[in-house]
T-cell receptor, first 114, second 110 residues
Framework: GAVVSQHPSWVICKSGTSVKIECRSL??????MFWYRQFPKQSLMLMAT?????????EQGVEKDKFLINHASLTLSTLTVTSAHPEDSSFYIC??????????FGPGTRLTVL | QKEVEQNSGPLSVPEGAIASLNCTYS??????FFWYRQYSGKSPELIMS????GDKEDGRFTAQLNKASQYVSLLIRDSQPSDSATYLC??????????FGDGTTLTVKP
């Protein structure tokens, strides 16, 4: 299957700071990527669709000004959590779909906001 | 009604037994169906995809699809402790998106 990487794998930051998470497709081009958030022992929640060369589309209830998404190239999407607060602490995961809608997930980024 | 529903679990089976995981979906227009495995603290990984009615086998895993009943299942034969994980059922939406169930946690006891 295709390989998707994420960086960093974990990050700890102070409340009020911004954190950028990168998602890269290593061996294929991804015009679309997806960002998810998962709280402990809860289900995967789709946050937004990252579209190469255009604006991201956000799921209902997700603040677009808080979770900034940029998809500047066919292999890189970034998620910036702005003015992070402790309630933003979570496991953030990206995925890129294949032509048959299979999702290839990155390894995830664990964010802890103090 | 949720778009994708799975057994609430947890499911516990002894080593060597068959584990059966079930999933129903609400959108009759869905065409693609997937099973992902997620180990604790890790991201999901694709283990099976199925697109047409019937059974699809891959090693110890068999996916079954019945579009008329809007039902997808995953059977794991000869279950091993390493199969202990949360299994996510997913159904395609538009534009490459998938809708995920809440997952069923499987524990295989040695």
């Amino acid at each position: 299957g295709a390989v998707v990487s994420q960086h960093p794998s974990w990050v700890i930051c102070k409340s009020g700071t911004s954190v950028k998470i990168e998602c890269r497709s290593l061996d294929f081009q991804a015009t679309t990527m997806f960002w998810y958030r998962q709280f402990p022992k809860q289900s995967l929640m789709l946050m937004a669709t990252s579209n190469e060369g255009s604006k991201a589309t956000y799921e209902q209830g997700v603040e677009k000004d808080k979770f900034l998404i940029n998809h500047a190239s066919l292999t890189l999407s970034t998620l910036t959590v702005t003015s992070a607060h402790p309630e933003d602490s979570s496991f953030y995961i990206c995925s890129a779909p294949s032509r048959r809608d299979e999702q290839f997930f990155g390894p995830g980024t664990r964010l802890t906001v103090l | 009604q949720k778009e994708v529903e799975q057994n609430s679990g947890p499911l516990s089976v002894p080593e060597g037994a068959i584990a059966s995981l079930n999933c129903t979906y609400s959108d009759r227009g869905s065409q693609s169906f997937f099973w992902y495995r997620q180990y604790s603290g890790k991201s999901p990984e694709l283990i099976m995809s199925i697109y047409s009615n019937g059974d699809k086998e891959d090693g110890r895993f068999t996916a079954q699809l019945n579009k008329a009943s809007q039902y997808v299942s995953l059977l794991i034969r000869d279950s091993q402790p390493s199969d202990s994980a949360t299994y996510l059922c997913a159904v395609n939406r538009s534009a490459g998106k998938s809708t995920f169930g809440d997952g069923t946690t499987l524990t295989v006891k040695p």
